[in-house]
């Protein structure tokens, strides 16, 4: 299974890596929206994309409004992963596309549980 | 702050006596852990001392503290996916069904830690059994610490516990934010409601449940223990009840009061009729 982690911070991209690699994911990254758009145009597809909401040149939410209404990847999950956490938020990043939304900071068992949410993890 | 085996010993037979917790020689570091707080509130600077201290004075209400320190509060929304997943295709379904002519369902969340488990079923029946919107609904969380369930009934949560099991459309759904804490709505809190309780001593007053959960409570029980909770169980549920386990769980019963069946993943347990 294929996952592309979006996000600005390395710091944070390495993490996830660790993670998802460990529940058995390989794994690409972006550094913003825009890069993360133009991996996700290339043949190769991806089963699931972690995308954080503030970054550079494009934002997460921008970037899932973009892939859906391109009608790219249409069966890849998408989860936020971001620090905003306010309701009216969650529910305009769902509106938009994404299909989780997971709080920065995470434990490894959350994000854990939020894949199984998702099919994606036992 | 550690302290000598006989040290270590005192505490065990204690927490086993007060809360039928069996904590055993491998898990002592535990003790310091979480007895820590406790032990400097009581003027103690090290573990061996605070024992000195618990031998000294008997009074109850130091040692509840330990006992209840010394309870295990993992929890989380929705925790195991398939046993929920398992009451919404089978088991309440069934319930439900058993129960129409007096609409009404009595649940009891047995250890119901800071909450999680109460509030998910309450969540589960508001979602997907709307026809239930207008029955007499109760589900009783029951937990052997005060403090826990205190917390419980203020049904806000922090970042971390609505981090975890929670799908986020439930999430905006059932929970209101206050900066950096999330409360469960009025809807599902009227349907909760939450008491302390040792499930190896005599239990307060209540009602007959439908459907039990005693989930990763028995594996730190004695046999003797276990079998006195299945008792304990079986009185307290209605004749055509269900009892729901942890995954890892069984009903080893010595005593014959339960027969199993097995719904979608899930086992779960019949109380034998009483002749």
Redesign the interface.
Known sequence: MRALIVDDSRFIRQHMRKLLEQMGLSCEEAIDGSEALRLLREPAGFDFMLVDVNMPRMSGLECIKQLRDAGLQAPMKIMMVTTE???SF??R??EYG?D????K???P??LR?KL??LGLAA | MSCSDSDYDYLRQLVLARSANLIDSTRNKLFEARLKPIARGAGASSLEEFVGILRDDQSPHLHRAVAEAMTINETSFFRDRKMFDALRESILTRLIEANSAQRRLRIWSAAASTGQEAYSLAMLICEHFTSLAHWDVKIVGTDISGPVVEYARRGLYRRMEVNRGLPARQLVKYLVRHDEEWEVVPRLRSMCEFQCANLCGPLPRLPEFDLVLLRNVLLYFTPQDRNAVFRAMHRKMAPGGCLVLGASEQAEDSTNLFKAEFAKDCYFYRPVVRA
Do not use: Y
């Open positions: 956490a306010d309701n969650i529910c990043a769902l994404a989780e939304f997971l709080m900071p995470f434990t068992e959350s549980e199984a949410m």
